[in-house]
């Protein structure tokens, strides 16, 4: 079994499900992405400790199995925590495809764990559109409605080959998204809504440390 551990920011009896929440999280994670998605193709092992801290949201890996997530928004921690528990299974991923199914994750989680989604829904719907000032939030909006749409012309099996395409690139990895859209059967109307949402991509991932990869095939069009 997973062992969690809490500091005192989460120790508030509102925050008692939140081991419970990690560890079926995870059960749920391996199954949506595949059950050898992580690039030593290996489950989490069952020795592996996850540390719960307040800060700056982001998941981290350390030795021997160890890895901290931190977050920051107490009124809505199980969004934040939704989307934070499938980076265990790739740390070195700073991929903007990865974000927007992360956060489809989180709410596909919430809903199964009776955890509310919907402000979070409500905030993303807000910054769908770019205002100049919201880089960040616009950042997390689009990319998420991006592969919620996408993640509804997939199948499983094709989902289950998406951490498999991660390369290394210049500071972390990132998803080969060429690879893995080779192996869809929808891959034309993949195509069309990654392009529906790259367009002015310049300005949508400005002072953003993602990665975001056109792929080829919209490049030549």
């Known amino acids: 079994m997973v062992n969690v551990v ?14 419970e929440f990690i560890t079926k999280g995870l059960d749920l994670a391996i199954d949506f992405f595949g059950n050898d998605s992580s690039p030593e193709n290996t489950v989490i092992p069952s020795q592996t400790t996850i540390y719960i801290k307040y800060g700056s949201p982001m998941c981290t890996k350390q030795d021997n199995n160890q890895y901290t997530i931190h977050l920051n928004n107490l009124y809505s921690v199980w969004a934040q925590l939704g989307h934070e528990i499938p980076h265990i ?27 509310s989604f919907n402000e979070w829904e409500q905030y993303y719907k807000d910054n769908l559109v ?27 099996e094709e989902r289950h080959l998406f951490l498999k395409c991660a390369v290394e690139s ?45 792929p080829k095939e919209l490049k030549t069009q």
């Open 89 to 115: 299974l790739n740390t070195e991923l700073f991929d903007t495809y990865v974000e927007g199914f992360n956060t489809l994750f989180s709410e596909i989680l919430c809903k199964t764990l009776n955890k």
């Open 130 to 156: 770019y205002k100049g000032n919201n880089v960040v939030d616009h950042f997390y909006a689009w990319t998420f409605f991006m592969m919620r749409e996408i993640n509804g012309l997939i199948t499983k």
């Open 170 to 214: 210049w500071y972390s990895q990132v998803i080969d998204i060429d690879k893995w859209i080779l192996n869809l059967e929808n891959r034309e109307k993949v195509l069309l809504i990654i392009k529906k949402y790259s367009d002015g991509s310049t300005y949508k991932m400005r002072d953003s440390n993602y990665q975001f990869i056109v």
């Open 6 to 19: 809490l500091d005192s920011t989460f120790q508030d009896s509102k925050f008692k499900d939140i081991i």
